[in-house]
């Protein structure tokens, strides 16, 4: 069974720095690609950010040259660097790992995610 364990969430002021983590264990096939989400009340899951296996990212206007996403393969764990954090970056943010299986088939597993708040 797959798990991803988020760390790293919490309460910040405006400007401030926050590193979000996600672990990913279990019986894992291929890591096609990584990526962080977040969901306002109401509103559907978004992309923040997401990288590839190969180490391709690609991220979110909103958030453009303030958050950096990063991994380390040996550790199957993926990062999310968040300076200079705003208010509206406040809501739940999730891990999602992209693999693929020796026959070609694609699976998705989200983590249960991380609250960030970004206080004014």
């Known amino acids: 069974q797959v798990q991803l364990v988020e760390s790293g969430g919490g309460l910040v002021q405006a400007g401030g720095s926050l590193r979000l983590s996600c672990a990913v264990s279990?019986?894992?096939?291929?890591?096609?690609?990584m990526g962080w989400y977040h969901q306002a009340p109401g509103k559907p899951r978004e992309l923040v950010a997401a990288?590839?296996?190969?180490?391709?990212?690609n991220y979110a206007d909103s958030v453009k040259g303030r958050f950096t996403i990063s991994r380390d393969n040996a550790k199957n764990t993926v990062y999310l660097e968040m300076n200079s954090l705003k208010p509206k970056d406040t809501t739940v943010y999730y891990c999602?790992?992209?693999?693929?299986?020796?026959?070609?088939?694609?699976?998705?597993?989200w983590g249960q995610g991380t609250q960030i708040t970004v206080s004014s």
């Open positions: 279990g019986r894992i096939s291929s890591i096609i690609r």
């Open positions: 999602r790992m992209h693999e693929r299986d020796g026959l070609g088939y694609g699976y998705d597993y």
């Open positions: 990288i590839t296996s190969g180490g391709s990212a």
